[in-house]
């Protein structure tokens, strides 16, 4: 079965401090790889994406994820942190060519805290 | 344009009692999902659909059902409610084709006493 994991649970940065959040999934297949933030209260929104192309992906906010295929990673960095970017980071990955794996599994996120 | 729209945004009920949790968009798309958050985890996936009159179970199906008579609507009915339902419920929508990304709603709080 297709699973994501995220191995940092809670992270604690100081403000201007570089970020990244790790993220492995399991399929053998084509997938699609997103990362999702929910800051608090709110719903999740679309960081960035890879589905084909250059493997190096550009997100908002200053945001970048790195496609690994040989690793099946696809971890997320930022070169200096904010401390609006408190928040929940959620990796997740479907398989569009697979009808029964098209909707996205969820990795169980990773909480952000930047203490100013 | 509202996109994906949920009701009620909270919501208290009782042991055995019955719901339905309403999602709208108005993007058109095909395909749309509900997911369930519980602290400290991931969402997962309870039931989606790939059109109107299509649904197929998700990872966590029991407990649930679903409909999806127009486009627009997916609403997810809880016929008897259980505290292991206890949950933050997500409404998502996309068009189909690679790499579409879903578009969430704002969420609805359930709680089961």
């Known amino acids: 079965a297709q699973s994501v994991s995220q191995h940092n649970h809670h992270v604690i940065l100081s403000e201007a401090a570089s970020l990244e959040l790790g993220c492995n999934y399991s399929?053998?297949?084509?997938?699609?790889l997103f990362w999702y933030v929910q800051y608090p209260g709110q719903h999740l929104q679309l960081l960035l994406k890879y589905f084909s192309g250059d493997p190096l992906v550009k997100g908002i906010k200053g945001f970048e994820a790195e496609f690994i295929k040989s690793k099946f990673s696809f971890n997320l960095r930022k070169p200096s942190v904010q401390w609006s970017d408190t928040a929940e980071y959620f990796c997740?990955?479907?398989?569009?060519?697979?009808?029964?794996?098209?909707?996205?599994?969820f990795g169980s996120g990773t909480r952000l805290q930047v203490q100013p | 344009n509202a996109g994906v729209t949920q009701t009620p945004k909270f919501r208290i009920l009782k042991i055995g009692q019955s719901m339905t949790l309403q999602c709208t968009q108005d993007?058109?798309?095909?395909?749309m999902y509900w997911y369930r958050q519980d602290p400290g985890m991931g969402l997962k996936l309870i039931y989606y659909s790939v059109g109107a009159g299509i649904t197929d179970k998700g990872e966590v199906p029991n407990g649930y059902n679903v409909s999806r008579s127009t486009t627009e609507d997916f609403p997810l009915r809880l016929e008897l409610a259980a505290p292991s339902q206890t949950s933050v419920y997500f409404c998502a929508t996309n068009k189909p084709g690679s790499g579409q990304p879903q578009h969430f709603g704002d969420g609805t709080r359930l709680s089961i006493l």
């Open positions: 399929y053998g297949g084509t997938v699609n």
């Open positions: 993007m058109n798309h095909n395909y």
């Open positions: 997740a990955v479907n398989a569009p060519m697979d009808t029964g794996r098209r909707a996205l599994t």
